[in-house]
């Protein structure tokens, strides 16, 4: 047997219409600002700027600052202005020479990072990273990746600027940087 409906006041349909009609534009709008984010999988090629050195590049959520290989890094001091002096040795993925480039750029901070082997402080440094059709400006902590299968991995400080995370699927974006392409420039945050 069916319990009667109990009455409803007056103007209660009209609103519960409205309610509805709302969470449906709300759920097309939101679909829709889905469907015009980028959509990368957890491993990409990327293509280090201004050199276009292309190299696989892991997106780890569980990192916070995106780290870079690289070797024989040392701070100094230049025009009383902490720098770093290191050298890249990647693997160009395009075509499959060695990419060697000794550099010194200035050091934007140092942070201290807590992994699987203990802590570990390493200098960060501002570099361009080129992603599907856009340049981004994002902080790389230098560290020795020799070991590592992807010499760059980046972390949720980049991801946020890139788009969505499919952790199922690789390779959706293949780096398509010209000197027309549009830069992400870095905005300093919270670090």
């Not at 990327?46 to 290989?69: F, H, R």
């Not at 600027?161 to 420039?185: I, K, W």
Request: charged fraction near 30%.
């Amino acid at each position: 047997m069916r319990t009667p409906l109990a009455p409803q006041p007056p103007g209660h349909w009209p609103k519960r219409a409205l309610g509805l009609i709302t969470a449906l534009l709300l759920a097309v709008g939101m679909s829709q600002a889905l469907a015009d984010e980028k959509v990368f999988g957890w491993v990409e090629k990327a293509t280090l700027e201004p050199w276009g050195v292309e190299v696989k590049a892991k997106l780890d959520s569980g990192a916070l600052t995106s780290s870079l290989d690289a070797r024989d890094i040392e701070r100094f001091e230049k025009d009383d202005e902490e720098w770093v002096r290191f050298r890249l040795e990647l693997e160009d993925e395009a075509s499959g020479e060695t990419f060697s480039e000794s550099m010194e750029l200035p050091l934007y901070r140092d942070i201290r990072v807590r992994g699987a082997g203990g802590r570990d402080e390493r200098l960060v440094v501002l570099m361009k990273v080129c992603m599907g059709d856009t340049v981004y400006e994002e902080q790389f902590g230098l560290r020795n990746r020799e070991e590592m299968h992807y010499p760059l991995l980046l972390g949720r400080r980049t991801i946020g600027h890139l788009g969505l995370l499919d952790v199922r699927d690789t390779f959706l974006n293949a780096p398509q940087c010209d000197e027309d392409s549009p830069l992400v420039a870095y905005e300093s945050e919270e670090d």
